[in-house]
């Protein structure tokens, strides 16, 4: 592989700084340009997730999950009053005995403890999307700028953050949250925080860095670098937006773990969260409703099925999207 | 190939180095003291706590408390444990560490095995039936919530069904009156378990060269043949009856990691395949008129097979947690319902021994999938 040196040799006389870019019609008509070719690979690629019907599946379950999410609000404000409906506070004095099973009044029933529990799985969709987006930001800014660096600049930054991912791909994730949220009080926001590092730094890191490296041989960026852009503008405008497309990829995957993790942490009670689908079943399990098998189906069936919809879904959406982010996975049509 | 490994080994030891570093000041780090909560614990006797308190140093300031640590923790002195009070760490770990790793190296085995098979079939067969049925059905496994599925696998077929233990290691009416304990019993299954391996491997190998002679079909019935012979030794040892209670319990365990964990090995053996169905060779191979199977296994499959070995690191990082999992809601005794419980005792010398315990699980199996690598790819040599 060939690897320029970082910096080209200036020649007395010639400016080290490049030109200040031309304002005005040029700029606009570029930044048109620009936008058209992306619209156009967008349409592209939009064509090609659109024959991929599990791809299509998971987006509409992704889009009616988000609408549950929107709804709890407007629900709250409307027709449900909070002294009955409050996802964790609430009570639902309408009904004789609890976990009452549903009725028109509770469609879903209520819990051991007398809460509503379709508001309960409405309130929890809010804050799964706010963790798993959250988890799934931080993860791929830090790789990406991890990725596109350690590309970059390779020798040592490289070897660093390399051994770093390695490290952390090697711990079990899972058994280190459940160690953590042993030592200290974990919120919604710790957990985003602590996944999003973790595989920040880890595995998605890596994949994004061997995309990086085949961007850094590209013809444009030594174009770039003859024309005197600097190691700043080269990463950032050249080879981060390249980067983008398989970053997105790598979102989808970290919010199914985010959400999965929630899940795992909660219902083992180990997390400082109020109300989650993990806590729902929790709430179930710890009062022994689980081996009551069917009959208490909707303490458990509820929160379980949204967490296995949704976590898959974005799996999914993440893999239909991988056809189009890798044309080799492509369907052949010879 | 030695020198590969002994670098391995020595990042090995760095790495673990690293998670020990990390428990230790994980531990230092929140809130409350854990040396005076250890030391001060009045649980303990006071000769007891003066001995605790030299062994750990607790009276000493932090860099030296964390080169103590560091000794006995590559000495193997993890502390006592709060839970288990008179018994060290390493004690309780010794016990259970063997009942995680046959758990978790059956369900790795045969969910790669499994996972391998499918993806094979559904890529070589795109968009028919199998592959929708697959493909979702697989993901929904992977993703599917862990505890609520162990616990419908336990409601099925323990609950309703009956055909398992609802969940433990052993059933105590079938051990009441046995002579020997449940891991001398536990030893022995697992020699049984490696000298059947070893035994297999060695029948297929021989019959292999063999069957370049021409006598390649009696592999499969003297493995057989070894696999039925040990069901009769284990009648006639006496400890037969209880080695088969542990067997009862293992079952639903197993299955149930196996099945959430086999549609990752899958999903990449489909992507890998498709990659590797477009090369030349596979064309060479269709051209000259080789059986469609004869290409899909030997010439296609073995190819894309490199990737997801490759990969395995993440899935055995996979069934690691999901044994962590699975050991609690089955109340299967090993390091992850070990490690579960420390955590809810706040057993912290517990929890920081398990910790180890599991991130070194994590190391070997993750060296050992990089020697495999070396094995199944002649074109690397670790130089």
């Known amino acids: ?334 | 190939m030695t020198g590969y490994l002994v670098r391995r080994g020595g990042q090995i030891v760095l790495t673990l180095f690293l998670i020990v570093t990390l428990t230790f000041f994980l531990v230092q780090a929140q809130p409350g003291d854990y040396a005076a909560f250890y030391a001060f614990n009045p649980d303990l006797p006071a000769e007891v706590r003066e001995q605790i308190r030299a062994t750990f140093g607790l009276d000493k300031p932090l860099w030296q408390q964390y080169l103590i640590h560091l000794k006995n923790t590559f000495t193997g002195n993890f502390g006592v444990s709060f839970g288990h009070f008179p018994r060290p760490v390493i004690e309780v770990l010794a016990e259970r560490v063997p009942r995680t790793a046959v758990l978790f190296l059956t369900a790795t085995v045969a969910s790669f095995y499994t996972g391998f098979l499918l993806g094979k079939a559904i890529a070589w067969r795109r968009g028919g039936l199998l592959e929708y049925t697959a493909t979702i059905s697989g993901a929904t496994l992977f993703t599917v919530f862990t505890p609520a599925f162990a616990l419908m696998m336990i409601w099925v077929f323990a609950f309703k069904l009956g055909w398992f233990p609802v969940g433990k290691f052993l059933d105590p009416l079938v051990w009441r009156s046995a002579e020997v304990s449940a891991n001398y019993v536990f030893g022995f299954m697992l020699l049984t378990a490696a000298a059947f391996t070893v035994f297999a491997f060695l029948a297929l190998f021989v019959f292999r060269r063999a069957g370049r002679l021409g006598k390649g079909s009696l592999a499969l019935p003297v493995i057989l043949a070894g696999g039925l012979a040990i069901p009769l030794i284990w009648a006639f040892s006496g400890i037969g009856g209880l080695a088969l209670d542990i067997l009862k319990h293992m079952v639903l365990p197993i299955a149930t990691l196996t099945l959430i964990s086999f549609a990752g090995t899958m999903l990449l053996t489909r992507n890998s395949m498709l990659e590797t169905v477009r090369e030349d060779y596979v064309m060479a191979a269709r051209a000259k008129g080789l059986p469609e199977k004869l290409v899909r296994d030997r010439h296609a499959a073995r190819n894309a097979l490199l990737p997801v070995v490759t990969s395995l690191v993440y899935s055995l990082i996979f069934a690691i947690d999901g044994s962590v999992i699975i050991e609690g809601i089955f109340s299967w005794p090993g390091t992850g319902m070990t490690l579960l419980q420390a955590v809810r005792t706040e057993d912290l010398p517990l929890v920081m021994g398990a910790m180890v315990f599991i991130g070194l699980f994590a190391l070997i199996a993750h060296m050992i999938v990089d020697v495999l690598y070396v094995y199944l790819d002649p074109r690397i040599r670790y130089q």
């Open chain 1, 1 to 334: 592989m060939i690897t320029p040196p970082p910096n080209y040799p200036t020649f007395p006389g010639e400016s080290p700084e490049p030109p200040p870019p031309e304002l005005g019609r040029g700029r606009f008509r570029l930044a048109l340009a620009r936008l058209r070719l992306a619209l156009r690979s967008f349409k592209n690629g939009w064509a090609i997730f659109l024959e991929s019907r599990i791809g299509l599946l998971s987006l509409a379950t992704i889009v009616i999950f988000a609408l549950m999410a929107i709804s709890h609000p407007i629900l709250m404000a409307t027709v449900w009053d909070a002294g009955t409906y409050d996802p964790v506070t609430g009570y639902a004095f309408d009904q004789i005995e609890q976990p009452a099973p549903p009725s028109w009044r509770h469609p879903l029933g209520t819990d051991p403890l007398g809460r509503d529990v379709l508001s309960q799985l409405l309130s929890s969709t809010r804050s799964e999307f706010i963790l798993g987006l959250t988890a799934a930001l931080v993860t791929v800014s830090i790789a990406t700028t991890v990725g596109a660096v350690a590309a970059y600049y390779g020798g040592l930054v490289d070897a660093f953050f390399m051994r770093l991912a390695d490290l952390i791909i090697a711990l079990p994730a899972i058994s280190l949250l459940i160690v953590l949220s042993a030592l200290f009080r974990l919120n919604f926001f710790h957990l985003a925080l602590i996944i999003g590092v973790l595989g920040g730094f880890g595995g998605t890191a890596i994949i994004l860095k061997s995309q990086a490296l085949s961007i850094k041989v590209k013809p444009y960026i030594e174009a770039a670098r003859v024309a005197g852009g600097s190691q700043f503008h080269i990463i950032l405008v050249h080879i981060i937006p390249n980067l983008l497309p398989l970053s997105l990829l790598y979102m989808m995957f970290t919010v199914t773990g985010a959400i999965f993790a929630e899940a795992i942490l909660s219902f083992l009670g180990l997390l400082d969260v109020r109300m989650s689908w993990g806590i729902m079943i929790h709430t179930a399990n710890t009062g022994g409703y689980l081996l009551g098998g069917t009959r208490y189906w909707w303490l458990i069936l509820p929160a379980g099925a949204s967490i296995t919809l949704l976590c898959s879904a974005f799996y999914l959406g993440g893999r239909a999207l991988d056809e189009v982010v890798n044309p080799r996975l492509r369907r052949q049509y010879d």
